[in-house]
């Protein structure tokens, strides 16, 4: 995220109202605009082609053949992308470009086979048993495929900082899918269910395509060089973990009610709980606006104060560390206290709003009993992701794996006791494993501030590690030093010999 807090000091400069609104709308095309953009397709294709006309079988169909594409296209994204972050920045912090594409090529194939392995039993179980149109099943593997691939492919554009291009190839890609559809459908003729999922799939193939000339533009060479990528896996696996852990506890407490006996089976395939999906998303929409606040905050105030306090480890005196060390303690407690005043006002109104509105648009009964319980969930699972990544910055990688299980674990068991309990209390689950995160993360951030100057100065190897003969362990011998005071006496004597007959 270093670097897009040079943008954001720009346009709040200038100290108005139009240039906060900027700044927000900025934040905002670099976090959830992509995922904005998507809903607002989705929706506009049902309004468009009549979609709640259609009969309830086929409905169910397509709402669950988008939901398990989004989902699980996250989760088998997700062990990838924190590693392949971490070797990306690294690379390109030693200018070693023409190493990125033999990265993106590897972790490419190794993406997309796992997401082929994952996917190819769900198609195999949906045509055997449910007796889908194997056109269908093939059309919504193919759009799980390149959804896949458009997820990979932002990683890389990510660290570029071109989020503009993101949000613009999103843009791109969800309008030509709306307009395909309405030729498929009105011109075409083509069934409504078949011609939205043709028309998802060729607009996720169109942003990966744009992502992927994008990077063959900004990366040009390729050295061939793939050990470095295995050898970094294999020295953060903790971020690996990590990031799956963490994505697999955003939608655990989902998988728990897919389970229990309101959920909805359709073709003996996709099971889902429309109650509980729908009011986790509006929760989830409820709180999204802390990842824009957390990135102008982060990048604006608190990677100055990270960045004087490395300035002063490499080159300062002993007070200016400790001095910049206090100062961006100081400011992560800031910006960590200004994130839940903020998100809390933002979460309170919006609440408030929800459930005057929502009862009014046709979303009432169980969704609204649920929706203020994961609504708290919600508001601090994003404060506990900010604390996970505060822990990046510092290299705390056991301390982030160990925050994201105790997440992942405590949701799970939450929710197994939650969904027991009145339907009121049926976010109560998730909103223990965001809490019991969040403390773990609070705990790991002050160990850290107390052994911070350990891990800096206590880390680092006289000599370089490598592998090889192990160097004599022999600092000091009498023996040779009294060998070579003698030796030293007797070339003393023969000079002063040599001294006298001349």
Known sequence: MAGIGVKLNKIYSKKTIVAGMLGMGYSTAISIAPMIVVILAVFLMQLLLGFLKLNYASRELYSCTVLYIFIFGLL??????????????????????????????????????????????????????????????????????????????????????TYGKISLFF???????????????????????????????????????????????????????????????????????????YTLGLYIHNFVFWTTRERIVVVDSFVCNNAYDMASCLAMFTNISASVIFISRVEMHFHERYKYYSEAVTGGRGMDIRNAKKRMFEQLSYEMMNLVRI????????????????????????????????????????????????????????????????????????????????????????????????????????????????????RGHLMKRKDGVKPSNVVYDVRTAAQILQDDEKTRHRLNRKRRRI
Request: include cysteine.
């Open 76 to 161: 088998t994204a997700s062990p990838f992308n924190a590693v392949l972050s971490k070797y990306l920045s690294d690379i390109i912090y030693y200018d070693k470009y023409d190493d990125i594409l033999p990265c993106y090529y590897l972790g490419l194939s190794m993406n997309v086979g796992l997401s082929f392995l994952f996917g190819l039993p769900f198609c195999i179980h949906e045509y055997v048993v449910g007796h889908v149109d194997p056109i269908f099943i093939f059309i919504s593997y193919f759009g799980y495929m390149a959804l896949v691939i458009v997820f990979y492919s932002m990683l890389y554009l990510s660290i570029c900082k």
């Open 171 to 245: 843009l791109i890609g969800m309008t030509v899918t709306v307009l395909l559809s309405l030729v498929l459908v009105y011109w075409v003729h083509v069934d409504v269910i078949y011609a939205m999922l043709i028309s998802l799939d060729v607009g996720f193939l169109l942003i990966g395509c744009l992502e992927y000339a994008l990077i063959k533009r900004y990366f040009t060479v390729n050295s061939g060089r793939t050990k470095e990528v295995f050898k970094y896996m294999k020295d953060y696996w903790m971020l690996i973990l990590t990031n799956f852990l």
């Open 343 to 458: 998100q809390f006002i933002i979460t309170i109104v919006l609440f408030f709003i929800l459930m005057i509105i929502l009862p009014l648009i046709g979303f009432g009964g169980t969704v609204m009993k649920i929706y203020p319980c994961l609504t708290a969930g919600y508001f601090i699972l994003f404060v506990m992701y900010a604390a996970i990544i505060f822990l990046y910055y510092y290299h705390d990688l056991e301390g982030a794996l160990i925050t994201a299980l105790g997440f992942a674990v405590a949701t799970f068991v939450g929710t197994m006791i939650s969904k027991e309990l009145p339907k009121i209390w049926y976010g109560i689950g998730l909103t223990f494993g965001a809490i019991a995160g969040w403390t773990i993360a609070y705990f790991r951030l002050r160990r850290i501030e107390k052994v911070l100057d350990v891990h800096i100065f206590c």
